[in-house]
């Protein structure tokens, strides 16, 4: 297989081929780790070497021998060191076991062949850490490539990579999805376990999954993953036939809330992002649904207040475990300026602050669920912004507070957390593009454990205003590869 033949097939195609024989999964392997190589010099997505040869996995699984990477965050594969983008960690620590998700990944067939980039402990909307520098956009590598999940949206759009693992505490999938040209879906609260070393992370704001290029394979994966572990805090129903079966089917009709207001963070949107949320909504028009201008009433700045506090507990608690273990002193050494500000902010929580932060998210949550009574999803851009300029949201800034990195930080994404708050699920579609030629996404968001009826409607709008023909050229051309 040629490595321009790997970078048109999706992770579904791929499958296809190894498992009818078309191709081996040696093939294809040689094809990924021939433009990863390419194009990784440019992108600084990978955290260590690409992996030599990639790790165990069921060859008979849905997606059987398909290329994938981890995100260097939360999940973890047994004996790959982790290093959560954090210098504290130096090289990163070997890890002793499969988490759930990994072992789920696996059982799929995904052949994971290296660790993808995140900012330090995933606070950030950009991805750019000390410990291995700033990942780079390839629709533009000037530009961002959104974080936290940047290094694996940074791959999978430059054509390395069909998907990869990602996460998402604040909208660290939706973000990189949006500023990457991708799919990107964030889960419902339970449906993806985060055991067994988490019950609810950031407060039950952090869910797992990954970022694709077309929306089968995010259902499809889905499919796979998706179900409870022993001990995990939240059991969701099965759907009633499999995500995959969504895609195609086509979204009964709907009725669908336009916002282009920010839930948070207040800053201002690009009019390239308006621009395209209005592109989506006519389409939704033509294909059946009732489109209306409307938002769930919400306490910004009590939402942001309480999220302040789910982020730098967080952080806290993370940094201290770390240092006790490792037997070091979290400082400038270490950490990053923002980082530091952020984990003394949390140290200096009252246990009244986290109930106090839980009593506003239950607020949230009860609006956004009386508004679901009234409307299906929710259409807005993903972002308040394309992308960043790299260096905007570089956090070794000493000159901010805790306060003053979670403003700059939602500044530029101030539509993506409230489906963090409230567990439902959300998905970022590149739908949009500006005159440079960057994608813009746009994001919707369904009612609690509704992701059957985002795949449908994802699918529609990938068949209405299908995005594949668009390509990053930029590291490729680097690369001479374009």
């Not at 002793?96 to 990994?102: E, G, W």
């Not at 390839?138 to 940074?154: E, K, L, V």
């Not at 390395?160 to 799919?183: E, M, T």
């Amino acid at each position: 297989m040629r490595a321009d033949e790997y970078a048109d097939h999706d992770a579904t195609a791929l499958a296809a081929l190894i498992r009818d024989g078309e191709v081996s999964a040696g093939e294809v392997h040689a094809a990924a780790a021939e433009v990863i190589d390419a194009v990784n010099p440019t992108l600084n997505a990978l955290v260590q070497p690409r992996f030599a040869d990639p790790l165990a996995h069921d060859a008979a699984g849905p997606f059987g021998g398909v290329p994938f990477a981890i995100k260097d965050l939360i999940l973890h594969a047994e004996g790959v060191p982790q290093r959560a983008g954090t210098r504290m960690l130096g090289d990163g620590v070997p890890m002793p076991a499969d988490s759930a998700l990994m072992t789920r990944f696996r059982r799929a067939g995904l052949a994971a062949t290296g660790v993808t980039a995140t900012p330090e402990f995933g606070f950030n909307a950009s991805t750019e850490p000390v410990a291995t520098g700033a990942v780079h956009n390839p629709w533009d590598t000037t530009r961002s490539p959104g974080g936290s999940s940047g290094g694996s949206a940074a791959l999978v759009a430059a054509r390395a990579l069909p998907v990869a693992h990602a996460n998402d505490g604040g909208g660290s999938i939706r973000i990189p999805a949006a500023a990457c040209g991708l799919v990107g879906l964030k889960p419902s609260l339970g449906r993806v376990s985060p055991g067994p070393d988490y019950a609810d992370p950031l407060l039950g704001l952090g869910v797992e999954f990954a970022v694709t290029r077309t929306v089968r394979d995010c259902a499809g994966l889905l499919d796979a993953v998706h179900g409870s572990e022993p001990g995990d805090r939240h059991l969701l129903p099965a759907p009633g036939r499999p995500f995959l079966d969504e895609v195609g089917a086509g979204a009964a009709p709907l009725r669908i809330a336009l916002c282009t207001t920010p839930f948070s963070g207040g800053g201002a949107v690009d009019p390239d992002c308006v621009a395209a949320t209005l592109v989506a909504a006519r389409a939704l028009e033509a294909l059946g649904h009732v489109v209306e201008e409307a938002s769930p009433e919400l306490d910004a700045d009590a939402v942001d207040e309480a999220n302040l506090v789910a982020w730098t507990s967080f952080l806290a608690d993370g940094v201290d475990g770390l240092a006790a273990l490792l037997g070091v002193t979290p400082g400038r050494d270490t950490l990053e300026a923002t980082t530091l500000a952020c984990a003394n902010h949390g140290r200096e929580l009252k246990a009244s602050d986290l109930y106090a932060a839980e009593r506003t998210f239950n607020t949230a949550r009860r609006a956004v669920a009386a508004f679901h009574q009234r409307h299906d999803v929710v259409l807005t851009p993903t972002m308040n912004v394309p992308n960043t300029e790299l260096g905007h949201l570089h956090a070794d800034d000493d000159s901010l507070d805790a306060r003053g990195w979670y403003d700059r930080i939602f500044a530029v994404a101030g539509f993506t957390a409230l489906a963090n708050i409230t567990g439902n699920p959300a998905i970022s579609l590149p739908l949009g593009r500006t005159a440079h030629g960057w994608p813009v996404g746009v994001q919707l968001m369904g009612a609690y454990a509704a992701e059957s009826t985002l795949l449908a409607l994802a699918g529609d709008l990938e068949r209405a205003l299908p995005w594949a023909a668009h390509r990053p050229e930029a590291a490729l051309a680097e690369a001479g590869r374009a």
